[in-house]
């Protein structure tokens, strides 16, 4: 049974088609620069991999051609074996608190959540509508980034901010990187030889987007992204949580409108706007090599809001089984671990510099004497996402 997960943002579509119930990857790859005068794909097919230059107009096109390769790739000899489509849709709102097969009036309500994600929704929706037209008889399932924070208590999710606003537009925390913080929780107890429900796991997901999650027997209790992902941690452009008043004061002095200023918030800030070199966390571990002063300050900004979120955490599950790392930077990054645990001394954290010494493989990094079991995971959300079709189907 042949199963593809999708992601479809705003210019791009990503996907993954693995053969079920197995998990074994039989073709990935991506489309790029969609509606844009010259597109990219990139295929891999077992060890042959392949980029080509191609117009792709709109999303239906980029659909198109996947499905195509599939055929003369020989990675299916009828699109019939594809018997279902997860698409990753990152807001649900209250909606959803799980995956759900899509039919007219799914579609309608992940419309109805637009709003709140106005530059992810719509980009998930087209890439539903292509699919469902391309692969009609394909159970197509919507997998939410923002399901696996349903579990949260009022107490974590409201904000401190007039009742009517959540009343009347949903505003309050939802949180993000559902899908990974609950993949890797679950290979965290997985690792501790427990079920879920029998572990409390703190998820540093860290990326080019980063959010920190707290699991408290399975289920999301706390996380750092809020109504939408521009809250919480310093990531690689986003500025994370600041004084909201900020806001008003910069369009005041700087003469610009709200949008603006949060456009500058979610795109010029984090470690792009204090370094003001580079969002990727390589340039910025070399210019801090090179005694960049920027650079060091930007990404001593990232560990410290780290670190205070995971001992916040920490205080709030009132006992931890494991702390992960995982994402880009949490699986790259040896040295940015080792100062977050050495910043976690109080809680008994010890990272053992050797078992730390390692990258994007899962492994326990913490030594045999520290009270609280270090990790890295590294991430799999499509994984999930075809699991999650896959049950469904
Ligand atoms: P993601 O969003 O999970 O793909 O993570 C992307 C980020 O991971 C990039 O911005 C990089 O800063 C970071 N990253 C990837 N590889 C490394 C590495 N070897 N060392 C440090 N950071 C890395």
């Not at 891999?44 to 709109?58: C, S, Y």
């Not at 309050?172 to 572990?199: D, I, M, N, Q």
């Not at 706390?222 to 992902?229: A, I, N, V």
């Amino acid at each position: 049974m042949k199963v593809i997960s999708v992601n479809a943002g705003s210019s791009s579509l990503k996907f993954k088609l693995f053969q079920m119930p197995g998990e074994t990857v039989l073709c990935e790859g991506i489309f790029e620069r969609i509606g844009l005068e010259m597109g990219t794909s990139k295929f891999v097919v077992g060890d042959k991999k392949e980029k080509t230059e191609l117009v792709l107009a709109d999303h239906s096109i980029a659909v198109n051609k996947l499905l195509e390769n599939l055929i003369t790739k020989d990675v299916v000899k009828d699109l019939k074996e594809i018997v279902g489509v997860g698409h990753r849709v990152v807001h649900g709102g209250e909606k959803f608190f799980q995956s759900v097969v899509i039919n007219d009036e799914v579609f309608k309500t992940i419309e109805s959540c637009n709003d709140l994600a106005p530059l992810h929704n719509p980009a998930n929706l087209i890439g539903i509508k292509s699919f469902t037209e391309k692969l009609p008889n394909a159970l197509q399932v919507a997998v939410f980034d923002t399901a696996f924070h349903q579990t949260m208590e009022k107490e974590a999710y409201m904000y401190a901010t007039p009742y009517e606003w959540y009343q009347k537009y949903g505003v309050r925390k939802y949180g993000f990187h559902g899908t990974s913080h609950r993949f890797v929780s679950e290979r965290a107890a997985s690792l501790l030889g427990k079920k879920p429900s029998e572990v409390n796991v703190i998820v540093a997901h860290l990326g080019n987007g980063a959010s920190i999650c707290a699991v408290k027997g399975g289920k999301s209790v706390e996380t750092t992204m809020g109504l939408t992902p521009l809250a919480g941690l310093p990531m690689g452009t986003r500025s994370g949580d600041i004084d909201p008043a900020i806001v008003g004061f910069i369009c005041e002095k700087e003469n610009k409108d709200v949008a603006e200023v949060i456009n500058m918030l979610n795109k010029k800030s984090g470690l792009l706007g204090v370094s003001g070199l580079s969002s990727d966390s390589r340039d910025i571990g070399n210019a801090i090599l090179a005694g960049h002063e920027r650079a060091k300050l930007a990404n001593d900004l990232q560990i410290k809001a780290v670190a205070d979120a995971i001992a916040k955490y920490a205080v709030y599950l009132g006992s931890v089984d494991a702390i992960c790392f995982t994402a880009g930077i949490g699986e790259n990054a040896t040295k940015l671990r080792k100062n977050v645990g050495n910043r976690l001394s109080l809680l008994g954290i010890e990272i053992d510099l050797q078992r730390n010494d390692i990258r994007g493989k899962e492994k326990i990094i913490s030594s045999d004497n520290s009270k609280i079991t270090v990790m890295l995971i590294p991430t799999n959300e499509e994984v999930i996402i075809a699991r999650d079709t896959f049950e469904l189907i």
